[in-house]
């Protein structure tokens, strides 16, 4: 059973940084993309960024040049460093892996940007 567990969530000035991490247990030999969502309360979930098996990346313009996405393949780990936050960055943030063509996602983790 795939099971993906979140963490580095919490409270944040603006202008400061968090670092989340998502790591999957149980079939992970054919993790293929991941990825990190967010949503707020009332909107649909939206895609931050996404980094592929080979490292290519890809992000969101509302977060181009302020988070990286980034994983280690042997610690089947994906994060999300964000830098120079905003209270509009105020959101659940999700996990989603793809295992063969099946996506699974986290729990989501609760980042707040306020003063």
């Known amino acids: 059973q795939v099971r993906l567990v979140e963490s580095g969530g919490g409270l944040v000035q603006p202008g400061g940084s968090l670092t989340l991490s998502c790591t999957v247990s149980?079939?992970?030999?054919?993790?293929?993309?991941m990825s990190w969502y967010r949503q707020t309360p009332g909107k649909e979930r939206e895609l931050v960024a996404t980094?592929?098996?080979?490292?290519?990346?890809n992000y969101a313009d509302f977060v181009k040049g302020r988070f990286t996405i980034s994983r280690d393949n042997a610690k089947n780990t994906v994060y999300l460093q964000m830098n120079s936050l905003k209270p509009e960055d105020t959101a659940v943030y999700y996990c989603?892996?793809?295992?063969?063509?099946?996506?699974?996602w986290g729990q989501g983790t609760q980042v707040t940007v306020s003063s």
């Open positions: 989603r892996v793809f295992i063969t063509m099946y996506a699974y």
């Open positions: 149980g079939s992970t030999s054919s993790i293929r993309d």
């Open positions: 980094i592929t098996t080979r490292g290519t990346t």
